[in-house]
């Protein structure tokens, strides 16, 4: 079964920055749009950014200006660079195609923890 796969969460204080990277386990027609998605505690999974195979781009208000999602076709690979982290920043963070989620992608997600 094809799933995503993320890294590159971990700590970082407010203000800081972080990479994720997500890549399929596996084929995944690439027509379609991809999108990191963003779980916290108590909290339901939301959508943050959202690339095309085009290149257009999406991103929820709390992250504009801040976030940037960007794709690599060649290395079927999309990256989050998350800059000027904020502590509400705080959630796992998941990768699947967009903007509607498919559970049967769904992988295990990177922690991201914004504290000082």
């Known amino acids: 079964q094809v799933q995503f796969v993320e890294s590159g969460g971990g700590l970082v204080q407010p203000g800081g920055s972080l990479r994720l990277s997500c890549a399929p386990s596996?084929?995944?027609?690439?027509?379609?749009?991809r999108g990191w998605y963003r779980q916290a505690p108590g909290k339901q999974r939301e959508l943050v950014a959202q690339i095309s195979p085009g290149g257009e781009t999406f991103y929820v208000d709390s992250v504009k200006g801040r976030f940037t999602i960007s794709r690599d076709v060649a290395k079927n690979t999309t990256y989050l660079q998350m800059n000027s982290l904020k502590p509400e920043d705080t959630a796992v963070y998941y990768c699947?195609?967009?903007?509607?989620?498919?559970?049967?992608?769904g992988g295990q997600g990177t922690q991201v923890t914004v504290s000082s």
């Open positions: 596996g084929r995944i027609v690439s027509m379609f749009a």
């Open positions: 699947n195609v967009a903007p509607v989620w498919v559970v049967a992608y």
